[in-house]
């Protein structure tokens, strides 16, 4: 791993510099009072106690009080404003993550785990956030004790200074080890993190078909051997710490000893007094705080690194589909399309799905497609509001290439509605004003009565406020379809795209829809896809795709005509012939 | 009907539910278990203790009885006696890192396991209620939370409680007097303790809050992604997340302004007592002469105060994480208490014998606890191997009916019977295995395809598996995939094309022998082609099963032994198809509208 990542978040941090020079200045005052006191102390030591001189113990006994107040003030003030800085900073880290994620292409999201997203975007960016508040505060805190302790050190003894700084050598070492065999093992921890958190966030998402097989106990399983493999991980990061963290005290306390000894000798030897002994002996002891310091701060940056890998994977992402001249789409289009020798496939390892494919759409058309599943219907339709983009060959409107529109603007021109509906956990109301949040009440209900949702929502005590519940279950499939059909009528696009979304929706309800529907997609291109005939009453004229192509095109009675493709799959299989033959001399005579 | 949130816990529930002390005994109850680890814990913490305070009385032995008497010679001795104890606190140190950590970890695993387990043990109307992200957030970043109270608050609390035990006491045998005035001013702790804990309280549970709210928002937007990209609404996206992302940004630095609050105020209060230490010494000298109070005493003393209020620092350390984790247990809590409205029976029945019979008596449902009714009063019997098909507008409650039948939720009022049991008296698991659903919208795990259709039956052998996909024509879509059916589909399935999913959808159903199956829509999505493939392939699979079909291609259902027409929650109709069809009544309207329409359809497209 490179160790770019964390210095990316330190650049983050640049536009808060004035907050850390200000916390670092308090720092400064509240540690050097800090260090001040056993100064004091020394003086009072030797002065009042040994040669019972009391003249200066009131000044020093306001001293002593005056200074911890200042360092305890201090310290708050620099806390504050190292905190403010930090939480500042994480909070753009986490927009930044959330607006280059929306950016992100569909095939990014076709390719992550959920659960693995969820804690790049909120457990690293913790990880990131305790580096950011305590490390800054420990390593400035650290660093001021350590030098602080070393000026005085030096001052009270250089002989025993030497000493100590000679026998701490290895601590080096030590704190070198123990973050090179932390690193890798937090990094590791990030990831299965992430892993516990994918099992869950899927088991609670397709909890209908685990409680459909009573697959309780498979997810169960899973999850607890996740959760186990998160465990033996934490364990192992336990031992490490276990190893190193006492050595370093260990360390310390024998060059205390040795301290004690040698420190002994020369005071006996009356080389130095017994007040500037204790004194050098408390600051010795004082001294394990930085390094306890070292050692939490480089647990911290390891987890932070790892923490920022992960998150600036996706903040260093560049997404995808990219406008390359950003031409602004003003009023609405005519809604031409062609597809010009379209070639696309969503990997390189897989055949390509979409195989030369030449279609052409005049503006305001109505034309279906109809093919067996897997033949490439949506696909096809998915490179229209450039969810993807073709290998080979263009998608034009009002011909030029979809590539060079702005790709909000082109999109805002295209009314979508996918298969797989999708509903907010919010209200009726709010999910059919989703593309236009600004919409009159008069114009939701307009859409509904289209979607004909008006009626059922009456019903509901709540009306329009009635919130439907996560991806909207709790509402039927059929009304889902029809929020979702709601939501594009409002959108008032030029292009219409229905990809099967009446699957769940009785006939009855699917002609009145018809029927509506017809009036408002007036003059505006539409494609539906449909494996049902009746919903070829919107449409002009038939595509049949098969394998990525377009193999039949016309009317039904053109196709019906060559007994081939759509002979075979759909209208054999649909119509019933008798009926058929009788409703279809009704119509004739009711037209004629 | 009223869809209030139940269950929903953000909703700015301020209030408390539960008492701190019930919350702790809810943590201590998954603590039981390593009792002996808890002791073993204690008494290294307890030898650990008494080796710091040892170490200051050595060094004050090492001057007052060898340095200022000169014993040079001899000093060598005291030194050792350090060494061995620095040497001593090494061995537990490293005993009482590994062990503490051992035991958070372990508690930290069970809670996240035991959470899980009850969690997807509910019955579906919680999960209508929730949002995933939410539960999610509680599984993994609550529960972390806990784990870092364990491991950092809770371990230091003990070992220091222990070591301010010990100090008083040594203190007391050092000088009764020194002690007295040293602890002078620990009340004043207390009392800044006391004064904010609410807040402290309240700023965790708001950060607990929003960091559920993130993922929650985080999961909807990846979810939604497509229809979010469609409208191009990402801008208002980033708004709505910039905002929870403020709240949460607000509620950390309201935690760090009050633990800060805390932190330096102790600082000062310990340095006071330093100052109180050495002007009683003055004072006790001069009344009483030099000798009682001598400077390694104070020097001891002013250690010991340092050591005093270490405790007491590390009890800040301890008070802020400990309230950050019952903001956390809290959330855990809530999910253990909840009931699940289906239960397990306590003494289940197993059927003499499994043939598949339903029967559904008088059965009134609602989801809203009585105020509207999705089904209302539904009777009909279904003999063992028969297929019946539920016909009906949307909405109507096939879905819901087909629910039941699974007890995903139980009836209001009425009763299903399985083979004469009341699906109240069945195991869960029996019910589980025997009765099948396939829903809707097919979900599809992000795992391979073999895994996915094994899900159904953990069981089923390759052979069943490729038999059945190659009867209803799924061996075609897995042969265009590179890795066949060990391809990873992708989350919810993304990678693979509705109909596909449906097929998968519908292959795991199969694998899985069902006594009775409900196929709701399955494959609504799929061409009259395929769809008709299936039908023949469910026709041999399912041939001694009961099948109940919901569909709306009204065409398909020729074949069934009976037609049920649902209007509104309620049975209208119900006979053959030629039954129906000779009654005109309801289904024949349908049938004919669909005819109708896909002639309209024709028609129009054939001028
Ligand atoms: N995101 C994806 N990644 C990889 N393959 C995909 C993806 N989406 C669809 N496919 C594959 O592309 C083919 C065409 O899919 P699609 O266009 O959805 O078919 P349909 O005609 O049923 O709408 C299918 O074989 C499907 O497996
Ligand atoms: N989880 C739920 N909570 C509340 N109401 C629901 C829930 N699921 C369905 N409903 C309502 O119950 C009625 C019947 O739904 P359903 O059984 O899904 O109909 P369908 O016949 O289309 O399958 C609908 O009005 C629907 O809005
Ligand atoms: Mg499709
Ligand atoms: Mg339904």
């Known amino acids: ?592 | 009907m009223s869809f209030a949130k139940r269950f929903s816990q953000d909703t700015s529930r301020k209030e408390r539910e539960f008492s701190d002390l019930e919350l702790l005994r809810f943590f201590v109850g998954f603590l039981k278990p390593y009792s002996k680890l808890i002791l073993a814990i204690l008494g290294v913490l307890i030898f650990g203790s008494f080796l710091a305070i040892l170490n200051p009385l050595v060094l004050k032995i090492a001057i007052d009885n060898y340095i200022i008497p000169k014993r040079r010679s001899e000093l060598w001795k005291i030194t050792t006696i350090y060494l061995l104890v620095v040497l001593s606190t090494w061995i537990t140190d490293i005993a009482r890192i590994f062990l503490i950590s051992y035991l958070g970890q372990r508690t930290v695993y069970d809670i996240r396991n035991d959470t899980f387990e009850r969690l997807i043990d509910l019955s579906m109307d919680f999960y209508e209620s929730e949002e995933s992200g939410r539960l999610t957030s509680i599984l993994t970043n609550d529960i972390d939370t806990i784990a870092d109270f364990l491991r950092n608050g809770l371990t230091d609390i003990i070992a220091n409680l222990m070591r301010l035990i010990g100090l008083v006491a040594i203190m007391l045998w050092l000088s009764p007097g020194l002690t007295v005035v040293t602890l002078l001013v620990t009340p004043l702790v207390g009392i800044i303790f006391y004064y904010l804990r609410k807040y402290a309280r309240g700023a965790y549970r708001s950060i607990r809050q929003s960091v559920a709210k993130l993922t929650s928002k985080l999961a909807e937007t990846i979810n939604g992604i497509l229809v979010i990209k469609v409208y191009a609404q990402e801008e208002r996206l980033k708004g709505e997340f910039a905002s929870i992302n403020e709240e949460n940004y607000r509620a950390n630095i309201k935690q760090n302004v009050i633990v800060s609050l805390i932190l330096p105020s102790i600082k000062t209060l310990s340095s006071t007592a330093i100052l109180l230490i050495i002007a009683y010494a003055l004072w006790r000298n001069q009344i009483a002469g030099q000798t009682e109070v001598s400077v390694g005493l104070i020097v001891a003393f002013i250690r010991y105060e340092g050591m005093l209020f270490d405790p007491i620092l590390s009890l800040t350390m301890f008070y802020s994480l400990f309230q950050s984790a019952l903001a956390a247990l809290e959330r855990v809590k809530r999910i253990s208490n909840q009931e699940s409205s289906v239960k397990e029976p306590e003494n289940s029945v197993i059927p003499s014998d499994p043939l598949g019979e339903i029967e559904i008596d008088d059965v009134w449902f609602s989801y809203d606890g009585g105020k509207t009714f999705a089904l209302k009063g539904i009777t009909l019997n279904i003999a063992p191997g028969e297929s019946v098909a539920l016909v009906g507008h949307t909405g109507a409650g096939k879905t819901t009916l087909g629910k039941l039948i699974l007890r995903y939720y139980d009836p209001t009022q009425g009763a299903i019977r399985l083979d004469n049991v009341d699906l109240r008296k069945l195991s869960l698991d029996y019910i589980g295995r025997r009765i099948v659903l396939v829903p809707q919208d097919p979900f599809l795990f992000n795992a391979p395809i073999v895994e996915n259709i094994r899900f159904g039956n953990p069981e089923a052998s390759i052979d069943q598996i490729l038999r059945v996909s190659k009867l209803i024509g799924l061996d075609k879509v897995v042969a265009k995939l590179p890795e066949g059916y060990d391809s990873i589909v992708g989350p919810r399935g993304v990678q693979l094309s509705q109909g596909e999913k449906q097929l998968l959808s519908f292959a795991r159903a199969l694998v899985s022998n069902p006594l009775v199956i409900v196929l709701d829509e399955a494959t609504a999505s799929v061409d009259p082609f395929t769809e008709y493939e299936i039908q023949k392939a469910t026709e041999t699979v399912l041939e001694h099963s009961t099948t109940i079909v919901i569909a709306h291609r009204l065409s398909t259902l020729k074949n069934v032994d009976r037609i049920v027409v649902l209007e509104n929650g309620k049975i209208t109709e119900e006979g053959t198809w030629s039954e129906l069809i000779e009654l005109k009544g309801a289904f024949y309207d349908y049938y004919r509208a669909q005819v109708l329409s896909e002639m309209k359809g024709i028609i129009r497209t054939s001028n």
Do not use: C
Not at chain 1, 95 to 116: H, K, M, P, W, Y
Not at chain 1, 354 to 359: E, K, T
């Open chain 1, 1 to 592: 791993m490179s160790k770019g990542e964390i210095y990316q978040v330190l650049l983050e941090t640049k536009r808060y510099w004035h907050y850390y020079l200000l916390s670092l200045f308090f720092m400064i005052l509240s540690v050097g009072s800090d260090l001040w006191i056993p100064l004091v102390i020394r003086e009072v030591i030797d002065e009042a106690f040994i040669r019972e001189d009391y003249s200066r113990l009131t000044f020093s006994l306001a001293m002593i009080l005056l200074l911890a107040v200042l360092s305890g003030g201090m310290n708050f003030l620099s806390r504050i404003t190292s905190e403010v800085a930090a939480q500042k900073t994480v909070k753009d880290i986490r927009n930044d993550v959330f607006d280059v994620l929306v950016r992100q292409d569909i095939a990014f999201f076709s390719s992550q785990e959920t659960g693995q997203l969820l804690t790049r975007g909120t457990a690293d960016i913790e990880a990131i956030r305790r580096f950011l508040s305590m490390g800054s505060r420990i390593s400035m805190q650290g660093l001021l004790v350590y030098f602080g302790l070393l000026i005085l050190l030096w001052n009270i003894d250089r002989v025993l200074l030497s000493l100590v700084v000679f026998l701490g050598l290895p601590l080096v070492f030590i704190m070198a080890m123990f973050g090179k065999k932390i690193g890798p093992l937090f990094i590791k921890q990030r990831k299965l993190f992430g892993d516990v958190s994918t099992v869950a966030q899927e088991t609670i998402e397709g909890i209908t078909v685990v409680k459909a097989y009573h697959g309780e106990k498979i997810q169960k399983n899973i999850f607890k051997s996740q959760n186990h493999r998160y465990f033996e991980l934490q364990l192992q990061i336990a031992r490490e710490r276990a190893i190193y963290i006492p050595l370093v005290f260990l360390t310390i306390g024998v060059i205390t000893g040795l301290v004690i000894y040698l420190g002994g000798v020369t005071v006996i030897n009356d080389v130095i007094s017994i007040g500037t002994f204790v004194a050098f002996i408390t600051y010795l002891v004082m001294l394990a705080l930085p390094i306890r310091f070292v050692a939490w701060f480089l647990a911290l940056y390891e987890q932070a690194r790892a923490g920022s890998a992960r998150v600036y994977e996706i903040l260093n992402r560049k997404p995808r589909i990219v406008e390359t001249e950003s031409v602004p789409i003003s009023g609405s289009l005519k809604g031409d399309i062609f597809f010009e020798d379209v070639t696309f496939s969503y990997s390189r390892s897989t055949p390509p799905v979409l195989r030369n494919l030449n279609l052409s759409i005049k503006g305001g058309e109505k034309v279906a497609i109809l093919g067996s599943i897997g033949s490439g219907k949506t696909t096809l339709v998915n490179l229209i509001p450039r969810f993807y983009d073709p290998d080979k060959g263009r998608v034009l409107i009002d011909g030029i290439d979809v590539k060079k529109y702005r790709l909000r603007d082109l999109r805002k021109k295209i009314a979508f509605v996918g298969q797989d509906t999708f509903l907010f956990s919010t209200s009726l109301k709010e999910n059919i004003a989703f593309a236009k949040p600004s919409a009159s009440m008069e114009e939701i209900i307009r859409a509904s009565k289209i979607a004909q949702l008006h009626d059922f929502i009456e019903t509901l005590p709540e009306g329009y406020e009635t919130l439907v519940g996560e991806r909207g279950v709790r509402l039927s499939g059929g009304q889902r379809q029809r929020v979702a059909i709601a939501r594009a009528i409002l959108a008032d696009a030029s292009i219409l795209i229905l990809d099967d979304t009446t699957s769940s929706i009785d006939s009855q309800t699917e002609q009145e829809l018809h029927k509506a529907l017809a009036k408002v997609v007036e003059g505006r291109t539409v494609i539906i896809i449909t494996q049902r005939l009746g919903n070829l009453r919107l449409a002009d004229r038939i595509l049949l795709l098969k394998d990525g192509q377009i193999v039949e095109e016309g009317t039904h009675s053109e196709l019906l005509a060559r007994k081939g493709l759509y002979w075979d799959i759909y209208a054999s299989r649909t119509i019933d012939p008798k009926l058929a033959e009788m409703i279809l001399e009704n119509l004739t005579q009711e037209r004629g």
